[in-house]
């Protein structure tokens, strides 16, 4: 069976989940708190509290999940499962990747701290300007696409007007992205920009980031360079200089 609690503001849902839950318990508890919220919002959180005595679906159980996954596939923010079982758990990690929106994985015990999770801000996007055309992001943290939206204004603010700009992109302490729809803004948001930037340096410690930097060389059409993050200073004056 399914029990549901709707936050005050309607954003948030924690559905309870115990014994067999069956195709009835979403088409009658889920699915109708799900639509209402997202009647008064474009997303909402879900946070599914798996308790010991829960025995999984039956099968129209399992096929309403996939359709509501589906049929609301943009309208999920984030998503936490609070649970002891090892295959419940398992199972969310392996689709946590293809999922479009963060998704984290909590003991029973951790019931609070996944409430936490479910309210924080995941990661942050810092934009300032460090003088004439040089431009610094910083990504801190896992990122979700509203911190790619918050930064978008935000360039947007500090380009107006500039023919060009130079970028520094300030890896040292990204951890990555929280879903697929996180991934996407980002090139988005690369996109939008790219006909402006006239050089790009990235500063990071991790192999990837320097692979990143070859790759961007290629495809941005901009002079780009990799510096370790100690090295920080010498990025920007090399940004700065010519």
Known sequence: MMTVHT????????????????SNDYTTVLVPAIEAALAEHDTVRLLAVVQPEFKGYDFGAAWADTKLG??????????A??????WVQTSVRLAAPILP??????ELSELEAARRWMRESLGAIHVIGLGGSCIQVSLLGK????????????????LQGKAAFRLLVDLREFD????LTALASHFQLVRKHVGLL???????????????????????????QF???????NAKSWLAAG
């Open 81 to 86: 499962v609070a649970a002891d079982q090892s």
């Open 198 to 224: 006239d050089r790009a340096a990235i500063v990071g410690d991790k192999a990837w980031q320097r692979m990143a930097q070859r790759a961007a060389s290629h495809i941005l059409g901009a002079r780009t």
């Open 7 to 22: 936050s005050s503001d309607g954003a948030l849902i924690e559905v309870e989940l115990s014994g067999e839950v069956s």
């Open 176 to 179: 990555g992205w929280h879903g």
């Open 70 to 79: 589906l049929s609301h596939w943009r309208g999920f923010d984030r998503i």
């Open 143 to 158: 990122l979700d696409p509203e911190e790619y939206a918050r930064a978008e204004l935000d360039m947007d603010n500090i």
């Open 227 to 233: 510096f370790a993050s100690e090295d920080i200073e």
């Open 101 to 106: 929106c963060p998704v984290q994985v909590f």
